[in-house]
């Protein structure tokens, strides 16, 4: 009786862990996340979809419609046609990643059926054209990047139109050779411009002006890495940069670039004084040609005089035969003169 107790006992102990054992059979099982395009894989969860190298000709077209985060790099796209990603809807997506992809054209509305997107990166694409309604198909988009795209076609005057009517806040325009400030690409209300690894010497003073409009009192720079040349023409951005440092978040890292002696100088170091131009001051210029032009005047005035001395005998051979010829001339005229004048005398009364 005693042991019968006992097993009864010792079989209650492994009731609890049998029922856990159980439990999966028991509960329906939850229903799967959607799985990733085959040339894609999901990092951590399906809401960040990363398709890499995978020389994909178009975007893949069975996303997970909760993805947030998509990226496509290395791949051949060549084109963002109409509703390139509409395939599926992708109502949550709010960054999208197309580095790398050899995009050369970016069609009207390319972006339709992304409501939610925010984030919109197409750096390193040989960009040749952007229609005026590539980005029409995301309202919410606030930031653009377009680092090293620009660099295959100027395209100021079409990304002008196709972002007159976004809301953007930041814009990233880094490593494309840009000589000057884009103002037409400054929308207003834009909070950040990355214009770093550029070719920019200076900004000039119509380009400081724009800055300073009412609706880009907001806007902070980045400035890094460009071959700024402090000469005298760099003094109106340097005296802009001592009065709005905090709008440059670069502005203590930038340096010179030339003049050799002031190469490598901080620019906030710099006297707007010590700023020389390369062939002197604009003033010292304008003294300098009128002291060239006397020089020159001289030196023909010398040569002119040299002239005259070498050919003193000819020129007074030359005066005497002149005046000879005049008195010739004065003689003939005075012979006419007479004998018109001795018939009228010869035929008076009473001579």
């Known amino acids: 009786m005693a042991r019968r107790q006992a097993r009864a006992a010792g079989g209650g102990r492994w009731l609890p862990w049998l029922g856990l ?20 894989y999901c990092v951590a969860t399906p809401e960040l979809v990363q398709c890499r190298y995978e020389r994909l000709r178009e975007p893949p077209r069975e996303l997970p419609a909760a993805a947030q985060n998509l990226s496509i790099a290395g791949s051949n796209l060549s084109v963002l ?7 599926r809807p992708l109502r949550d997506l709010r960054l999208l990643r197309l580095r790398h992809d050899n995009i050369h054209t970016v069609e009207d509305m390319a972006l339709q059926g992304l409501p939610a997107l925010r984030t919109l990166d197409l750096s390193h694409n040989p960009l040749l054209s952007v229609a005026a309604g590539a980005f029409a198909g995301a309202p919410l988009l606030r930031t653009l990047q377009l680092n090293q795209a620009l660099l295959a076609a100027p395209l100021e005057e079409q990304l002008a139109l196709a972002l007159r009517n976004l809301s953007l806040r930041r814009l990233e325009l880094a ?16 909070e950040e411009l990355d214009l770093r690894n550029n070719s920019l010497q200076r900004l000039a003073a119509a380009e400081l002006r724009s ?10 720079l980045s400035l890094g890495s460009n071959p700024l040349s402090c000469d005298c023409g760099l003094r109106p951005f340097l005296a802009w940069l001592r009065a709005a440092a905090n709008r440059v978040l670069d502005a203590r890292s930038l340096r010179c670039a030339g003049p050799p002696a002031l190469r490598g100088t901080a620019l906030l170091r710099l006297r707007p004084e010590a700023l020389a131009c390369g062939g002197g001051e604009p003033g010292e210029l304008e003294t300098a040609s009128y002291v060239f032009f006397g020089i020159v005047l001289a030196l023909i005035g010398v040569v002119f005089l040299m002239v005259l001395y070498l050919n003193r005998r000819g020129i007074k051979r030359w005066l005497h035969n002149l005046r000879e010829a005049c008195r010739d001339q004065m003689e003939g005229y005075h012979y006419r003169y007479e004998q018109d004048a001795e018939p009228r005398c010869a035929g008076t009364p009473g001579l």
């Not at 046609?81 to 395939?87: E, H, L, S």
């Not at 800055?211 to 902070?220: I, K, N, S, T, Y």
Request: proline fraction near 19%; charge should be positive.
């Open 211 to 220: 800055l300073d409009a009412p609706e880009l009192r907001g806007l902070r």
């Open 81 to 87: 046609p109409r509703a390139a990603f509409a395939a």
């Open 175 to 190: 490593g494309n050779a840009l000589r000057a400030l884009p103002a037409a690409l400054l929308p207003p209300g834009l």
């Open 21 to 40: 054992a159980l439990l999966p059979l028991a509960v329906p099982p939850a229903a799967a996340p959607a799985a990733c395009p085959s040339a894609c």
